[in-house]
């Protein structure tokens, strides 16, 4: 009979691992320390209002063939040149330009700067004259559009009164062309007319 060792496992030295595991950790603190004093820490900043309108109108109701060759930016979607990304449709595009992605990629971080009582103050003014103006804009567009419509009644009526002379015109002459030997014979004949509407 062949006789079988007992523990026919494989054994480690355990010291040694803890040797290595330990060397390897000190060689990673010692990376990110350098990493650390080579780069300063970046300062990105702070968000801010967009100064462009985000067109989304565009391509709008447009066709386009998109084949192997076809550039990311033409195929179909939203193309981002900042993150090179194409998005499917424009609500996934303007929470991707809203987004932290795409916000750190031009630069800035999702702090805003805290505005001060005078800034508060100065918008305030902004938007109150703004608003007096669109009012005087609306009264002046209320007045042209009601001096045109007034006009345009007016017109209306004059054709009014035009065809109500014409109509009475011709209704005056027609009696003088029925003469009394057309009316006895549609007397004698039994009927009074041939049912054309007159004119």
């Known amino acids: 009979m062949s006789e079988r060792p007992e523990d026919h496992r494989r054994k480690w030295d355990k010291d040694e691992f803890e040797r290595i ?3 390897r950790l000190k060689a990673e603190l010692e990376e990110e320390e350098r990493s650390k004093k080579k780069a300063p820490p970046v300062k990105r ?12 109108d565009s391509k709008l109701g447009k066709s386009v063939v998109i084949t192997k060759n076809t550039p990311t930016s033409q195929s179909g979607g939203y193309y981002c040149n900042v993150c090179d990304c194409v998005v499917k449709d424009s609500i996934n595009f303007l929470d991707h330009i809203n987004g932290k992605k795409h916000q750190r990629n031009l630069g800035m971080s999702m702090k ?15 938007n109150k004259r703004k608003l007096e103006e669109k009012k005087k804009e609306y009264e002046l567009d209320t007045r042209l559009r009601e001096a045109a419509e007034e006009e345009a009644r007016v017109k209306e009526l004059r054709r009014e ?4 002379k014409k109509r009475k015109l011709q209704d005056s002459e027609e009696p003088e062309e ?5 009316s006895e014979l549609a007397q004698i004949m039994g009927f009074s007319g041939f049912g054309a509407s007159k004119k």
């Open 112 to 126: 805003i700067e805290r505005s001060s009582i005078d800034q508060v103050k100065a918008r305030f003014a902004l």
């Open 178 to 182: 029925d003469t009394p030997a057309q």
């Open 21 to 23: 595991a330990a060397e």
């Open 161 to 164: 009164r035009r065809r109500d």
């Open 45 to 56: 900043e702070l968000l801010k209002q967009r100064d462009y309108k985000v067109d989304l």
